[in-house]
């Protein structure tokens, strides 16, 4: 036998051996999941993280692998419950003025700095005034710009005043983490190493500990103002790799990751997953689009962008990009958000009405199919950032069904940096295929308002409309949440109808918690509104106590 | 600064943290800045967290010269045996058997066979970890465990990345003692009757082995710089990581700091190996 024929057969041998152990046996100790167990304390939750947090101090903080961890550590005055209303953390009350320009917070009273100090208006103050400090290095100073005065009442109240009114401020104001003055007063806390790299706050979790690029490690506070935490500790562990990540949670060494649509569908969609663990899925709060230069001729036609629009196959791209596991977008909201318009409709595909459009708007086809624009075949190029596989995926579907009406497509795949320094800010680009993030307040000001159009501003595409522009100031003036529904309701449809983007797809998420976890019930805001409430079982705790 | 798409940011804290950082000065006035820190061993703080450049590359380093040291032992312990083995019997089946052996691990790609391994002994088998240095509950257990659970964790890592190393030190020492094993002395000692197995160990050998010295002091820089594919595969807490993060993070004074560590650790290393290379072989004056 030759080396090659032996070392053949002993790979050969090997995958036989992998592929015949495929059926390990069930060995995680899992509650029956359609009976109510009571609630108990103890055990661990081990979480994965891509990257390592940067650094524990919600103000300087500004990657989610930090803010992850710092939001179970901090508190802030307001949060969203469930369905998305605002209700009080720390605030037990708050009242806005008649003319919208002063916000009195009232504190809950007990609630204790990790340290066992009480947690007062004076940090709240401190805090502010820390965001607005030119010398600290936070990300997140324009949040608070209009901010004109400040006062502490008492103890328990707090008074704002703004420059003027703007319904965002209690998003922002509310979810502003609140840190301990007595720690941190007097010091450049850009180099408090001490607080930054081990936080004292007033949350459900205490930081015990953080082995760099390894994990983080936090315990339940026993006198939280909300009850104590059941599950006892939460470990973040720093796994850059997304496939060894799916491997950890497989193995045990995770309970809980996103899962992408390949692998709910797939590698995660076996008998031994789906026992030993609980898998969900709702709709995000973020969209992928096909962003126009509404700054090129080309694209100034309403009617050839509407024809580009029907002759895109959204429903396909839902179908293949992410295997039916989300949504086509119809608008500049997401289906998570409350100024979602339920009324607007995506357009019908149906590429021989695009055609006729295109007639319709001057253009005309070749005897070869191509699309012709006085004498000139039509063809633009789409950019993208490297990385994003769905994206890559999502630009090749366009190319293919543009061409389909005679529109040539060529794409260009850049690195993001070079992406936005070069081509996104400078606004040398035809389109653009991009996603966003959407916060939970339906503010879109920066993304749509006609203003915004600066080099590093975010309306890009350069699209401007009188009554837009008009409602999204109001909608910031605006507090009582009904009307500014009417008002958001109005901009998704006139944005939707007009077209300056392609809105594609909203992605599902879908995370994946190890069965043992109970309490946990999906809603408009997620899963993890209520975290500390989740528990094991008495009996079925993996780690020990 | 990668804050470009976040839509919190305003343009006006964009300008300030230029400020902040003294991108607005003249190029010239920045590079004399850094040049002049650099001298008084000053990497500046990281942009990501504040830090200072020199404590985060601390706490890299020790994870990554465990991995790195230990993989370049095994190496070396496995790959000259089977050098010499492979001289012994050259033009053999098994020589022609190690050379096969040691070229497929040169070729797979190591985060595939990585992933192999973790899917068979991690997830189907469940003997071994999958990633990371040590257990969640690492800090629980006792002295003796906690030796196991560190070993537990290296088995994957420093074989995987020892069989991608194997070719290269084995193919040096089968040709360096092919060339050994034809000159006069080692006639000599054959001729005076020497068991086979001392003439190629003691004798040949020795001299066989001068070059890899050579290579030794080159393996100083990637000894101490990591691997960015090995770490990330396993969830290493290693230097290649840190530098493969700072770039992606656009963290230039910790990318500023690996690379000029690693430079000079490169000049170290060539030096070192020139000394070792004279000191032990005295045909060979500096």
């Known amino acids: ?545 | 600064m990668h804050m470009d798409m976040n839509p919190n940011v305003s343009p006006d804290s964009i300008a300030e943290m230029k400020k902040m950082y003294g991108l607005d000065k003249p190029i010239p006035v920045q590079y004399a800045d850094w040049v002049g820190r650099l001298m008084r061993f000053d990497f500046g703080r990281s942009f990501l967290d504040q830090r200072p450049v020199i404590a985060k590359i601390a706490d890299r380093l020790p994870a990554t010269l465990l991995l790195s040291g230990l993989s370049l032992f095994t190496i070396f312990i496995l790959a000259i045996p089977l050098g010499v083995y492979s001289a012994m019997h050259h033009n053999s089946k098994k020589d022609r058997f190690i050379t096969v052996f040691t070229f497929v691990g040169y070729s797979i790609p190591a985060f595939w066979l990585a992933l192999l391994c973790m899917l068979f002994f991690g997830v189907i088998l469940g003997w071994l970890p999958i990633s990371g240095m040590r257990s969640v509950n690492h800090d629980m257990l006792g002295a003796v465990d906690k030796f196991w659970d560190y070993c537990a964790h290296l088995i994957l890592p420093v074989f995987i990345s020892a069989f991608g190393g194997l070719a290269s030190i084995s193919r040096y020492t089968r040709s360096n003692m092919l060339e050994v094993v034809r000159q006069d002395y080692i006639r000599t000692a054959k001729a005076k009757g020497l068991p086979r197995h001392s003439v190629y160990y003691l004798h040949a050998l020795r001299n066989a082995l001068l070059p890899i010295i050579t290579i030794i002091g080159l393996a100083l820089p990637g000894l101490i710089g990591g691997s960015f594919i090995f770490e990330t595969i396993f969830s290493w807490p290693g230097m290649g990581r840190l530098a493969y993060e700072s770039a992606m993070n656009f963290d230039y004074p910790t990318i500023m700091g690996i690379a000029v560590i690693g430079a000079m650790l490169t000049l170290i290393g060539n030096i070192i190996a020139d000394i070792l290379y004279a000191a032990v072989d005295p045909r060979i004056r500096l």
């Open chain 1, 1 to 545: 036998m030759s080396v090659f024929q032996s070392t053949a057969v002993i790979l050969v041998g090997l995958m036989i051996l992998i592929s015949g152990c495929a059926q390990k046996a069930m060995k995680d100790k899992i509650p029956d999941q359609n009976r109510d167990y009571p609630a108990a304390y103890g055990d661990v939750i081990v979480q994965g993280t891509i990257a390592d947090p940067a650094i524990l101090n919600p103000v300087l903080a500004s990657d989610t692998a930090s803010t992850d961890v710092t939001g179970l550590i901090f508190n802030s005055l307001l949060r969203y419950d469930k369905d998305l209303n605002l209700e009080g953390e720390v605030a037990e009350s708050w009242k806005i003025s008649a003319d919208g320009k002063i916000i009195t917070f009232t504190l809950k009273k007990g609630v204790k700095w990790h340290d066992g100090r009480l947690l007062t208006a004076h940090d709240v103050d401190f805090t502010l005034r820390t965001f607005l400090d030119p010398k600290v290095k936070t990300a997140y100073r324009s949040n608070y710009a209009d901010v004109v005065k400040t006062k502490v009442v008492d103890d328990n109240t707090f008074k704002v005043w703004y420059r003027k009114p703007f319904a965002p401020v209690l998003e922002k104001m509310g979810g502003m983490p609140i840190l301990p003055k007595h720690l941190l007063k007097g010091r450049d806390i850009n180099k408090t190493d001490d607080f930054n790299f081990r936080p004292v706050g007033s949350g459900p979790y205490k930081f015990v500990s953080w082995k760099r690029a390894e994990s983080v490690l936090l315990q339940a506070n026993p006198e939280y103002f909300e009850g104590r935490p059941y599950l006892n500790r939460v470990v973040y562990r720093v796994i850059p790799d997304m496939s060894v990540q799916f491997l950890e949670l497989q193995n045990g060494g995770l309970d809980m990751m996103g899962l992408t649509p390949h692998q709910y569908n797939g590698e995660a969609n076996t008998q031994e997953f789906n026992y030993k663990f609980n898998k969900f899925k709702y709709t995000s709060n973020q969209y992928t689009y096909l962003g126009f230069n509404l700054k090129k001729k080309m694209f100034q036609n309403k009617h050839f962008r509407e024809a580009i629009d029907i002759a895109i196959n959204k429903e396909a791209l839902v179908q293949s990009v992410l295997e039916g596991l989300g949504a086509v977008a119809t608008g500049p909201y997401t289906p998570r958000s409350w100024a979602y318009n339920p009324e607007v409709k995506a357009r019908a595909f149906d590429q021989l009405r695009a055609r006729e459009m295109f007639v319709a708007a001057g253009y005309r086809y070749a005897k070869n199919g191509k699309l012709l624009k006085d004498g000139k075949p039509v063809e633009f190029t789409l950019l993208t950032n490297q990385g994003n596989r769905n994206r890559e995926q999502t630009a090749i579907i366009i190319q293919s069904q543009l061409k389909e009406v005679g529109i040539k497509v060529n794409i260009r795949i850049i690195a993001w940096s070079t992406f936005l320094s070069e081509f996104v800010n400078k606004r040398k680009f035809d389109a653009v295929l991009l996603g966003w993030s959407l916060a939970r307040d339906p503010d879109l000001y920066s993304i749509w308002h006609s203003s915004k159009t600066g080099e590093h501003e975010f309306n890009f595409v350069s699209y401007k409309n009188t009554e837009v522009d008009r409602l999204l100031v109001r909608g910031r003036q605006t507090f009582n949440r009904n009307k500014r529904q009417q008002i958001y309701y109005r901009v998704h449809e006139i944005i939707a109808y007009e077209l300056p983007y392609v809105f594609l797809y909203v992605p599902d998420s879908l995370p994946a918690v190890h069965a043992r976890i109970q309490n946990i019930h999906p809603a408009a805001a997620g899963i993890a509104y209520n975290f500390i409430k989740w528990y094991v079982p008495e009996g079925y705790h993996k780690y020990a106590k």
